[in-house]
């Protein structure tokens, strides 16, 4: 496996709660910790989340993340329009000796 | 607040090598608890990581399958700085390149945190 699986969109109106999921295996979200990056167009991804759960200072707490097994997911709740992005998920992979990122989810406002 | 200031070329001619550099502030390239790593992202193959290098008594580098029989990372210290440099381009190496700090709190615990703000790199005669 070379990358963690994302749904490629998810939309919701302002308010909302929108999840996103990336699905990995055994050799990387399995055993080690999941990031989540935030990417506005023309910029460079940003942190959102580390060590599965942890939201850098300055992160809305709007937005939470969970691990389980091989898998993890992003919450957005109470969605507004800035939060339009694309997101992606990273894990590091034992076997691999490399970081595997998401395939990337773009996020939509309507 | 560690930041980090890419610079190099933006055109690259087939079969040439391309070079990168990340000048860090705010941190030491010499930093025990963190790695230094190339990512670059293509719309045909997403983010993908290319290579990390990091200094744990000694330089140690790490390079992802896809390209380790063409690239290298190198750190300099007295700059504080690292390179990139991928030989025998091609077309599909063209990329925005970005450099990133990972900070390390345990082996499975790492996040990249900050990037550097990209470089387009077109490879094209």
């Known amino acids: 496996q070379s990358v963690l699986t994302q749904p490629p969109s998810a939309s919701g109106t302002p308010g909302q709660r929108v999840t996103i999921s990336c699905s990995g295996g055994n050799f990387n979200i399995g055993r080690n910790a999941v990031n989540w990056f935030q990417q506005l167009p023309g910029t460079a991804p940003k942190l959102l989340i580390y060590?599965?759960?942890q939201r850098p200072s300055g992160v809305p707490d709007r937005f939470s993340a969970s691990k389980s097994g091989t898998s993890a997911s992003l919450a957005i709740s109470g969605l507004q329009s800035e939060d339009e992005a694309y997101y992606y998920c990273a894990a590091w992979d034992d076997r691999l000796n490399g970081c595997l990122f998401g395939t990337g989810t773009e996020v939509t406002v309507l | 607040q560690v930041q980090l200031q890419q610079s190099g070329p933006g055109l690259v001619k087939p079969s040439q090598t391309l070079s990168l550099t990340c000048a860090i502030s705010?941190?030491?390239?010499?930093?025990?608890?963190?790695?230094w790593d190339w990512i670059r992202q293509s719309p045909s193959r997403g983010l993908e990581w290319l290579g990390r290098t990091y200094y744990r008594s000694k330089w140690y580098n790490d390079y992802a399958r896809s390209v380790r029989s063409r690239i290298t990372i190198n750190p300099d210290t007295s700059k504080n700085q690292f390179s990139l440099q991928l030989n025998s381009v091609t077309p599909e190496d063209t990329a925005v390149y970005y450099c990133?700090?990972?900070?390390?709190?345990?082996?499975?615990?790492?996040?990249?945190?900050?990037w550097g703000q990209g470089t387009l790199v077109t490879v094209s005669s």
């Open positions: 705010g941190d030491s390239v010499s930093n025990n608890n963190t790695t």
């Open positions: 990133a700090r990972v900070f390390q709190t345990a082996t499975y615990a790492k996040w990249f945190d900050p």
């Open positions: 060590r599965n759960d």
